[in-house]
């Protein structure tokens, strides 16, 4: 057996190829968290879009925060108060997001992403852009948003 395994010893480009295909393998699971980060975002925004907010609060982890405007709130907090403003918002006028920028380390994920807003036909001929920092963890359940912060520019 001694004999078969420094036969090995003699041909680096296995040694070479292993790191590879490890490397290959970590970076394809990385990218697939990605993905799944991204896509809890996206159902995120798009049931408030369409104003199912039993879709939204569904992927929000039982103890969330959210902080907007130097407010921090909870999950209930957001979900009786803000999470209507937000559908009608959404409802009014149509926003246009950025790409997601997503960032991993285990089983936690960040993304930061701007929206920007057209309300011209709302009156008000700037641009309002909006900045998320969402922050999603992965239990059994799948990936659940812990934490949002939006800021924002004077309308």
């Known amino acids: 057996m001694k004999r078969q ?3 090995w010893r003699n041909y680096p480009g296995v040694a070479l190829l292993a790191v590879v295909l490890a490397t290959s393998s970590t970076c394809q699971a990385q990218s ?14 798009t049931a408030i879009k369409a104003g199912h907010a039993d879709a939204a609060m569904a992927l929000i982890a039982p103890d969330a925060i959210f902080v907007e405007s130097a407010k921090i709130e909870t999950r209930d ?23 997601l920028k997503v960032t991993l380390e285990g089983d936690t994920a960040w993304v ?25 963890s992965r239990g059994a359940d799948g990936w659940r948003i812990r934490s949002i912060c939006w800021s924002s520019n004077q309308p």
Not at 32 to 45: G, L, M, Q, T
């Open 32 to 45: 697939n968290k990605a993905a799944d980060v991204n896509s809890v975002v996206e159902k995120f925004y």
């Open 77 to 99: 907090q957001y979900e009786k108060v803000h999470l209507p403003r937000d559908i009608e918002y959404e409802s009014q006028i149509d926003g246009k997001r950025g790409p």
């Open 112 to 136: 930061i992403s701007t929206t920007t807003y057209d309300e011209k036909d709302q009156g008000n001929p700037d641009l309002y852009i909006i900045t998320q920092l969402m922050v999603l």
């Open 5 to 7: 395994i420094d036969r």
